[in-house]
């Protein structure tokens, strides 16, 4: 459009709902400035990301994607703040995550980011109930086992609960996982290759429990390969050597 364009300016679709959907003081759930992250090995330095820049609303559907060692999983471990950035920032409900303390870092981990992984890290002699109300520890135990349960619920296994991991199919260990996740009632799911360990009928099964978290207002941030996982979410962003190489809807549920 040029500047002498005589159209009066409108509001483009979905620029309001994206408005809504930012919190009460403006901010982004998530703001990324130049994001970079050096590893240094011994004298060598690895640039494992080289400015990233974007933002994530609340309730946004997000797959990552890029080649092996692109930058993804550090990408979701500074998101998840399990790792430290190097330079730029990353602003979290408006506060800078750099500038937290390790302690206000390990609270936010808690109370804000549910972390779902590849393999599952499930406790192996303890009961899906109870690995789900491990992140509650310092819940009250009447709350922890409500919320244990309710998770659970929501990702419908309840007949599971008592069972131990071994007992459990891989697709109902993504399930427990994904209620660990859920039971602290986080502002934001990550999850890194959730359905890498899985066949493709349990990875669209599990990516149907996302689904429904989605529609319930989750924000959930996965990592994958696999590109019919990714249409499943509503935006790709796709990483190549450290840097957003495509960042667009899916497409998956738009009116045409
Ligand atoms: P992806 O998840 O996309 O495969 P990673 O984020 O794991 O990519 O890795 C990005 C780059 O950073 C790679 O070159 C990788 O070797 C390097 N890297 C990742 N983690 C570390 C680490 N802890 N120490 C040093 N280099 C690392
Ligand atoms: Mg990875």
Sequence with gaps: MSSDD??????APGEAAMASARDGNGAALIRLTDLTKIYRVGAER???LRGITLDIQTNEYVAIMGASGSGK?????????????????YHLRGADVSKLSQSKLARIRGQQIGFVFQSFELLPRTTALKNVQ???????????????????????????????PN????????????????????????ADEPTGNLDSVTGAEIMDVFDSLHAEGQTIIIVT????????????????????????????????
């Design 6 to 11: 005589p159209s009066p300016t409108v509001t």
């Design 46 to 48: 690895v640039h494992a």
């Design 73 to 89: 999983s550090t990408l979701m471990n500074i998101l998840g703040c399990l790792d430290i950035l190097t330079a730029g920032s």
């Design 134 to 164: 491990l992140p509650l520890a310092y819940t009250h135990a009447r709350h922890r086992r409500k919320r244990a349960w309710a998770a659970l619920e929501r990702v419908n296994l309840l007949d599971r609960a008592h069972h131990h």
């Design 167 to 190: 007992q459990l199919s891989g697709g109902q260990k993504q399930r427990v996982a994904i209620a660990r996740a859920l039971a602290q009632e986080p502002d934001i799911i990550l």
């Design 225 to 256: 390969h696999e590109e019919h996982i990714a249409a499943r979410c509503k935006r790709v962003i796709k990483l190549h050597d450290g840097l957003v190489a495509l960042d667009q809807p899916t497409g998956n549920g738009e009116r045409p």
